[in-house]
């Protein structure tokens, strides 16, 4: 049988891979996720010169997107609902740790129940789902396997982008960053820092994996992991709830808030699971054109220096504008297709 049950393997496929194999692409993983979610709009634009910085970001944001996506593919082969749920959760993270949808630094914009309810839209039903966690397994998956499944799951209309439209996503983006760096050496050296840390841990992924591809299910940490991951993010909440800012903890009424909403997405992504694929179908083997990377790294460091000429306060129109429409939407829709569609027999 070309597919086993949960996608194990296809016929021709190697053996799993090994822990250290694993940790290769755990911290691939960690770098993306902190590259597109922190350094694109300069929230930590030296988040890769600073090593301690490094460390922190990489373990925290890696730590997070290791824990749900460990839990979102151990049942199967989760649909985007699921993923954009996990990915909420992961985001939640912004009430406990940073404080910020509690007392955003920017104010607040509309707030209930001591939570700022636009800051939870923009940063916990988009950026944080997409920037921290489905866009990175995405390209992670692209790099590090031969066998698609999170770029399946998203719509046609990004997935099936025009190169014409791709460009203008990039360069928009591009200058977008510059924009909100404000300098023209901080988006310098912003842009190459964060290709830079790709770049080499894809190196040494490549130059680990001899060529070797995986399901992506095969490079997540197994049951074992998963709870070590666990404990490791456990560590990291008892060290930083105290620690970080606790002047902006609310009274108890915006705690009870928290946990309805974590209770709530909690249930919403069991819910999701249950309608994961079994099977992954095989497919033929892609790969990444180093050609199209490379232009398009050139491209990102020209285009950001020539943003950051501009007034940093345009940067924040489009980001705000997308985040919210795009957060609203996939709140509807993921909710409608779990409420929906029955769970998947196995």
């Excluded at 993983?29 to 929230?43: D, F, K, P």
């Excluded at 921290?132 to 982008?161: C, D, H």
């Excluded at 960053?177 to 050296?189: E, M």
Aim: hydrophobic fraction near 55%.
């Amino acid at each position: 049988m070309a597919v086993r049950l949960f996608g194990m393997h296809c016929a021709g496929m190697d053996n799993t891979p090994r822990l250290r194999t694993k940790l290769i692409f755990w911290l691939l993983l960690g770098v993306l996720s902190v590259a597109i979610a922190e350094v694109s709009v300069a929230s930590a634009p030296f988040a890769f010169v600073n090593p301690i910085e490094t460390a922190f970001l990489v373990t925290f944001y890696g730590s997070h997107l290791l824990l749900f996506a460990w839990l979102t593919f151990r049942s199967g082969w989760p649909t985007l609902p699921a993923l954009w749920f996990s990915g909420v959760l992961f985001g939640l993270y912004e009430f406990y740790i940073t404080k910020v949808l509690w007392s955003p630094p920017w104010g607040d914009v509309i707030s209930m129940g001591h939570v700022d309810v636009v800051s939870l839209i923009v940063l916990a039903f988009f950026w944080h789902p997409f920037m921290a966690f489905i866009f990175p397994l995405t390209i992670g998956e692209a790099i590090g396997t031969n066998r698609r499944w999170v770029s399946g799951q998203l719509p046609r209309k990004l997935m099936g982008l025009s190169h014409r439209r791709t460009v203008f996503l990039v360069v928009g983006a591009a200058v977008t960053h510059g924009l909100l760096t404000g300098s023209p050496t901080v988006a310098l050296v912003s842009t190459l820092s964060a290709i830079a840390a790709v770049a080499t841990v894809g190196w040494w992924w490549r130059r680990h994996s001899r060529q070797q591809r995986w399901h992506l299910r095969e490079l997540l940490p197994n049951n074992r992991q998963g709870r070590w991951i666990a404990v490791l993010l456990v560590a990291q909440y008892l060290v930083f709830i105290p620690a970080w800012t606790p002047e902006k903890m609310p009274p108890l009424a915006g705690h009870v808030v928290v946990w309805l909403m974590y209770a709530g997405f909690g249930l919403l992504l069991n819910s999701a699971l249950r309608q994961s694929a079994a099977e992954l179908p095989c497919q033929q083997p892609t790969d990444l054109d180093r050609d199209v990377l490379r232009r398009g790294a050139a491209a990102l460091v020209a285009l950001s220096v020539l943003g950051s000429f501009g007034p940093p306060e345009v940067g924040f129109i489009p980001v705000w504008g997308v985040a919210i429409v795009a957060g609203l939407r996939m709140l509807v829709g993921s909710v409608r297709q779990v409420l929906q569609q029955p769970a998947v027999s196995r």
